[in-house]
């Protein structure tokens, strides 16, 4: 493009911008008419995260960007592309926009800004219902990504967002809860608004609970997004995730009114009872020591409060699902566990945990007392 013809256009666009921006057309005027290119950059990307640029940011892009787009860091033209696209008029225009900007950093150098462009064309696609579609840009970007040692923060992130959105329009809860955590431990969760923050909480936790993947909650429970939920009117979902750790099926009993409040819950019931048996029933084997863990039926019932008719399916299915390792006696209606699958413990088992260490180091020393008396006559030998 004529020089003259971009210069009278940055003219045009600093006497249309409010009067406390234009200064910043004078100094990005200046690092265009000397080619530096790299300040160019970052006042622009500066500018374009202003909120009083919306209107200026299109025809920024399209009249002025465009005509050095290949001299400058791909992966900023695409984050000045992505700002831009947000003033399109509606998702079909700015498909068509994402569509080209993904076409032009399609090259060698530069597909980690490929990838950061394919993914918001997905996520635009998935607002437009075409899953489809955004299910193969999503592999697509997936692939590539594999392939690279290391890669921006801010592609992987978004990439693991939208990622997770299409699983959540999909219903599917495991691919979801996994995507979405990735996401956050990609940024920092300072940087969501407490809405976003909350109602992320939110879907990872109904994800969590309706999984029949997830069993183990250690990451969402131990990560301080849940903490939002903390005094709202979803503050029962917490505690039921809780309860659901340390199969408390009392606490499920007095949290259970509360499904109805949530759909999907609601929807699961059943599923959830047997979730939060499966749950007692490692918590239950957890709480004895390794030594002890042939326990009968009647005992079982008892320790979990699960029906004694349910027993014996229960079992099979905590092993089907790798959560305990044993075998089961059914004539005798004895299960025998010898291992179970390690969760986070809240601060009551780990008192718990404390208090065996201790029976168990008791243990050891009466065993050391005892080969020391019987033993006397060799040791005097």
Known sequence: MDP??????LSEQREAAPED????????????????WHQLTDVLVEYFNTPASASQRLPLFRKFILSFAEKINQLKFVSLGLLAASQCQDDHERLSFLTDLTKKV???????????????????KLRLYDLSSARKDLDKAESILDTFDSVETEVHATFYRINASYYQANEDFGAYYKNALLYLACINISTLTQTDAQSRAYDLSIAALVSDAIYNFGELLLHPILETLASTPH???????YAFNRGDLAAYNVLEANLSKAPQLDQHKEFLYQKISLSALTEAVFRRPPHDRAMTFHTISKETNVAPAEIEILIMKALSLGLLRGSIDQVAEIARINWVQPKVLDPGQIDGMR????????????LGN????????????
């Open 4 to 9: 003259e013809v971009i210069s009278n256009f």
């Open 21 to 36: 921006l234009q200064q910043s057309f004078l100094t990005i005027e200046d690092f265009w008419d000397r080619k530096l």
């Open 106 to 124: 399609n090259k060698p150098s530069s597909q980690d800004a490929y990838v950061y462009a394919l993914v918001a064309a997905a996520e635009v």
């Open 235 to 241: 503050a029962w979902l917490r505690d039921l995730l």
């Open 355 to 366: 208090v065996r260490l201790k029976e168990w180091d008791s243990s050891v020393n009466q």
């Open 370 to 381: 005892w080969i020391e008396g019987v033993g006397k006559d060799v040791w005097a030998a």
